[in-house]
């Protein structure tokens, strides 16, 4: 029998894998930010890097920084679920961090370029939500970067160089946003994410939910 009516209903429901890619400038680790403060339910999958630490950046909160040999050694000893060279250093997704969370139904965000997007979607794709961030104009793009001020000229122009290609892969993803405004493009990402919880293939504690309701008998 469903418990008196005094907590919330909770149904049990499996994890979701937020996949967020953009161009590097595009804004999404400000909104993957922004979205890690305001919802306690989803934490952030922190990825390998063989590229250098920003000034801003923290080790094992932003990014594991790793050599080419540490890379290599977790890469072939499959500690990683997803890899990709991007802008010409190495990134990876750490394995058991994200089958630990899978398995305790926790939702995990995932700020990786489109081949990891790839990758996650071929192995994991009943539980995969994946959002592409497009910036306003190419201009606003090149500022962005100008602005955020962290990467040297030359690594800056490699980024825009490459940010062509990587937006040619837009069509691959299930929601696409435009970032102009940022409380508008945060506004739809914790749209997506709260419609995607709702999903009934995502909950499974309905089967028990409504075999429950269904033996219920008002006594009136
Ligand atoms: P990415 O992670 O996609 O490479 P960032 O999140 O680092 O990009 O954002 C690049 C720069 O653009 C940062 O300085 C950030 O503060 C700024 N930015 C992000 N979104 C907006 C926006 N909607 N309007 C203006 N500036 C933005
Ligand atoms: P940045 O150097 O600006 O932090 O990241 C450069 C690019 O690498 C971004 O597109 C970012 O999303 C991507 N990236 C970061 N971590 C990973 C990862 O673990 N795997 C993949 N495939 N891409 C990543």
Redesign the pocket.
Known sequence: MNPAKSSPVQIARRGLMLV?????GAG??TIARTLLEKDRQIGL?V???T?QR?PSEIEDV??HFKSVREFERMRDSDA?L???E??G?F???PREPVEQAMAEGRDML????W???Q?LQEKMSADVVSIFVLPPTMTELQSRLHRRAEDSEEVIQT?LANSRA?IAHWREYDYVIVNDDLNAAFDAVQSIVKAERLRRDRRHGMFDFVRELLEETPSL
């Open positions: 967020i890619s953009s161009p590097s999404k680790s999958s990825s390998v890097t590229r920003r932003h990014y990683l997803e890899w990709a991007v802008h250093n990134y990876g997704t995932f700020d990786i370029d081949q990891g997007a990758q980024r990587e």
